[in-house]
């Protein structure tokens, strides 16, 4: 079990944009198994590789269904709308507004690098957004209607 730093906003790395992952080496099955061991421990739904300061199209998610791994991921298709709070682990104790669409289907690879297809709604479908933006160097707090609020720990995505 290993545990990175996560990245705070003001980091150059969060605005970058990652690479695709060609494929699966045992460095980014390393990265991955870290990753999830971070969002576990941070106590957040979904963590992006930029958030550990790494440029690598992967993300993995666990909104309490178990984990999802999603590397080069794409959303092919969105639907509806939701407006609700969301936070960031590289954005601590804060939250705000936020809206996204109520579903989408993403298209990507697992870790064996097989395509695979996930669709999400509500919370599921928030989280792959979020994620899937901080891939493009995007963060939630350029979305936030109003202002960010205080949470108290452990209630930031
Ligand atoms: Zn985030």
């Given at each position: 079990m290993a545990i990175r730093k996560v990245r705070e906003l003001g980091d150059e790395v969060l605005?970058?944009?990652c690479k695709e992952v060609p494929k699966m080496t045992i460095r980014n099955k390393i990265l991955i198994n870290d990753m999830l061991d971070t969002m576990y421990e941070e106590g957040g739904v979904?963590?992006?590789?930029?958030?550990?300061?790494?440029?690598?199209?992967?993300?993995?998610?666990?909104?309490g269904d178990g984990p999802i791994?999603?590397?080069?991921?794409?959303?092919?298709?969105?639907?509806?709308?939701?407006?609700?709070?969301?936070?960031?682990?590289?954005v601590p104790g804060k939250a705000g507004t936020v809206t996204r669409p109520y579903y989408v289907k993403v298209r990507a690879q697992n870790e064996d690098m097989?395509?695979?297809?996930?669709?999400?709604?509500?919370l599921l479908a928030r989280a792959i957004c979020h994620e899937v933006d901080h891939?493009?160097?995007?963060?939630?707090?350029?979305?936030v209607e109003g202002e960010l609020h205080d949470v108290e720990y452990g209630e930031e995505e």
């Open positions: 605005r970058k944009r979904g963590l992006a590789a930029p958030q550990v300061g790494i440029l690598k199209q992967i993300v993995v998610i666990d909104i791994v999603l590397i080069n991921p794409k959303i092919v298709e969105e639907s509806g709308e939701q407006t609700g709070d969301e936070g960031c682990l590289s097989e395509e695979i297809e996930i669709e999400g709604e509500e891939l493009e160097g995007r963060m939630y707090v350029e979305l």
